[in-house]
């Protein structure tokens, strides 16, 4: 029980400093060649967009705003994966605890 406890209080260090790792983590999307590029912390949230004059028409706005959606998903994406990276392992070894949902 004793071996249980500590290797529960090992996998809540490491869930803390995976968490950590990830809220001051920043990623980048782009789309249409670097118009438009989007900043997320790797917690998701959105953090920065920035489009380049050249993306912004007046008589085509439907562009720009798909370039926006396609750059914050590119952004997202990157996020997810590096929280299945950082997260992954500490996730893996919760199974070997015994606990519900793990």
Known sequence: MQQMLK???KMQ??????QA??????LTGTA??????ATVAGTGEL???KIDAKAVD???????????????????????ELTEQKMGPVAG????LGLPGF
Do not use: F, S, Y
């Not at 070894?93 to 070997?96: A, T």
């Open 7 to 9: 290797q529960a209080q």
């Open 13 to 18: 260090q490491q869930i803390a400093n995976a």
């Open 21 to 26: 790792e990830l809220a001051e983590a920043e």
């Open 32 to 37: 249409g060649g670097g118009l438009v590029t």
């Open 47 to 49: 953090k920065a967009i």
């Open 58 to 80: 007046p008589e085509d706005v439907e562009t720009l705003e798909d370039l926006v959606v396609a750059a914050v998903h590119n952004a997202a994406e990157a996020a997810r």
């Open 93 to 96: 070894g919760m199974g070997g």
